[in-house]
């Protein structure tokens, strides 16, 4: 099912949590909602799901308005960061809940609720674990309990809130992945919700940077976190160094390094801030470009990241750069030595953004 | 070793502040023998003395369970203007003494009160009648219910119910199936403070009783009339039969919690010590 936001707005009091919203999510996309707390994405997946209204504007579901349509008409599937499981229900009585409120006419036999149960706990991978009880669970099993709850009533849309804000990171790659293949199985429209960048690059078809309850940004993550159209969303996208942009004589500098190649040399008399990402630093002999000294080197795994205090710059604003372990290993690196840095890539924004 | 003290300081507590006192009313019941005993228990004004008490609690408790229930839906779960007003107003009865609250019928409903010539010409008794006494004890044991469910339900928030909507569950089925259970164990208690506070209320419906042997006289007010008669013995039987009510009361909430194990640990939640009240 497609959903579609036409204008949404959402006061609470003076405060506008949702700021006239227009967006677009396709049919059996996994959408990534993105931004810091305070941004409205939670607001906005609650109006979306029925549990909130909007002050202004429409929610269209396959066209049709469903602004005011009663959250159990929507058929949207809803997941919690804390799972909200039902803790007096069993496992079973819990992804049965849906099936057994249904009025008689539309409930399905009690065999049939047996059956379907069944075939979601394989799919969660608890099969056998049906009469244990939320408290007796581990924290991925819930989660993934509430997800089979949600998919027992068949909702053409799967709305999930932080659903892996609460579990430990080994647990959420792990899970991520697993809602990634899922979701490639059974094709259902999703929403996820999250303030964990990473974790929207690595599961999402598209992402919508959501800023002060406006749209920063929506794309591609790979298109957005190498083409990010505001000081904002490049932040937000991954880790960045900032550099101030001097102008002389009409082109851009920073540090000594010319960086007027490949940006439009910024018109007028405001500052201006170079965002260049860690890994955009290159890392070679001290003639080669800025000056810079080598304050601390940490190897994390596959990757290993320096400080470098370049020359001109304030000491305790050290520049990070990322390179790879081969390439550290080959180069001899290490602490306190002279290098010259130059910049593969960088974007050029008004300083006040 | 510091461990032993302290076990043993709240075992010497508990014996000489709880165990001792009970102990005290059975065996002062029983000094004169069972035969004493039965003979104070089975006489006609104390029977109507343990009915009254009875019939009176058997009204006034789910009068309170579904206003404490309602009560707490509306404070834990929705955002209104006067929310902390209705609070406040709850813990009342907490604040007011209970003597205080026996004198408000009396001025609301008594004979020169109020609306004092309007019963007289209906011919409806309410103070120095049986109405009166459920009115003062509705009064008086109001906040224990709603008291004991705020806080929990404020802590369990609306995902619970929200999901339950989500997955088609009408506003009924929400609340037998989802809310109800999820509150079962603070209502359970909240309904023994009630009922235990209900059948020994002595100052507000001490006012409003009007003392009448037989007719208006709740257990606590018949034991007061015998001890003041110097009838120890019938006053303590009285009384050991107020002190069983209570024991078993406790018992019947041991026996619901032993028989749902799993449950358990959702009922241990901390619980706001502010509850207090006025002698």
């Known amino acids: 099912m497609s959903i579609a936001l036409r204008g949404v707005t959402k006061q609470y009091g003076d405060f506008a949590a949702i700021d006239d919203i227009d967006m677009d999510v396709s049919t059996g996309a996994l959408t990534a909602l993105l931004g810091p707390s305070g941004s409205g994405k939670t607001t906005l997946l609650r109006i979306i799901a029925g549990l909130e209204i909007p002050d202004a504007g429409q929610v269209l579901f396959d066209g049709n308005d469903a602004t005011l349509w009663p959250i159990g008409d929507r058929k949207v599937g809803f997941v919690f960061q804390h799972y909200a499981l039902f803790r007096h229900m069993t496992v079973f009585e819990n992804i049965a809940f849906g099936l057994k409120v249904k009025r008689r006419r539309l409930r399905p036999a009690r065999a049939e609720i047996r059956k379907k149960v069944q075939s979601l706990l394989e799919l969660i991978q608890l099969g056998g674990e049906q009469d244990r009880y939320p408290a007796q669970l581990s924290g991925g099993q819930r989660q993934r309990v509430a997800l089979a709850r949600a998919l027992a009533v068949d909702p053409r849309v799967l709305l999930l809130d932080e659903p892996f804000g609460a579990l430990d990171s080994q647990v959420r790659h792990e899970l991520r992945r697993w809602l990634r293949r899922l979701h490639d199985e059974l094709h259902f429209t999703s929403i996820i919700v999250t303030h964990d960048q990473q974790e929207a690059i690595e599961v999402a078809d598209s992402i919508v940077v959501l800023n002060r309850g406006r749209i920063e940004q929506a794309g591609i993550p790979s298109e957005m976190y190498d083409l990010p159209n505001s000081a904002f969303v490049h932040r937000f996208l991954g880790q960045v160094n900032e550099l101030p942009v001097r102008i002389r004589d009409g082109r851009a500098y920073v540090g000594p390094i010319d960086i007027s190649a490949a940006c439009d040399v910024p018109e007028g008399g405001g500052k201006n801030v170079a965002l260049i990402r860690p890994h955009e630093i290159e890392i070679g002999e001290p003639a080669s470009g800025w000056l810079a000294t080598i304050v601390a080197v940490r190897v994390i795994g596959p990757i290993v990241r320096i400080d470098l205090c370049a020359e001109g710059q304030p000491l305790h604003e050290p520049l990070e750069a990322e390179i790879s372990r081969e390439r550290f290993e080959a180069e001899h690196f290490s602490m306190g030595q002279k290098v010259g840095l130059r910049f593969r890539r960088w974007q050029v924004y008004p300083a006040a953004a | ?279």
């Open chain 2, 1 to 279: 070793m510091s461990r032993l003290l302290l076990i043993a300081t709240a075992l010497l507590f508990l014996g000489v502040f709880l165990l001792l006192p009970l102990l005290a009313v059975f065996v002062q019941a029983l000094a004169n023998g069972f035969g004493a005993y039965y003979v104070a228990v089975s006489e006609p004004m104390a029977w109507a003395a343990v009915k009254l008490t009875l019939l009176v609690a058997a009204i006034a408790v789910p009068l309170n369970l579904v206003f404490g229930v309602a009560a707490a839906w509306a404070i834990g779960k929705f955002e209104f203007r006067g929310k902390s007003a209705l609070i406040t107003l709850i813990d009342l009865p907490f604040a007011v003494s209970p003597v205080i609250a026996g004198m408000i019928f009396i001025l609301i409903f008594g004979a020169h009160g109020w609306f004092g010539g309007f019963l007289r010409a209906e011919h409806v008794r309410v103070v120095f009648a049986v109405p009166g006494i459920v009115l003062a004890t509705v009064f008086v044991t109001f906040p224990f219910i709603a008291r004991e469910l705020i806080p929990l339900m404020q802590a369990q928030g609306n995902a619970d119910e929200e999901i339950a909507r989500s997955l088609g569950a009408t506003g009924w089925q929400c609340f037998w199936r989802v809310t109800l259970p999820n509150i079962r164990w603070g209502l359970l208690y909240g309904v023994l403070l009630c009922n235990a506070r209900s059948m020994g209320e002595f100052g507000a419906v001490s006012v409003v009783s009007g003392h009448v042997r037989g007719l208006t006289n709740t257990m606590p007010l018949h034991v007061e009339i015998l001890y003041n008669e110097y009838n120890y013995t019938a006053a303590f039987a009285v009384a050991s039969l107020l002190a069983l009510l209570a024991l078993l009361t406790l018992a019947g909430k041991n026996v619901l919690e032993w028989r749902q194990p799993e449950l358990r640990p959702a009922a241990r939640r901390p619980r706001d010590g502010t509850r207090r009240e006025p002698a």
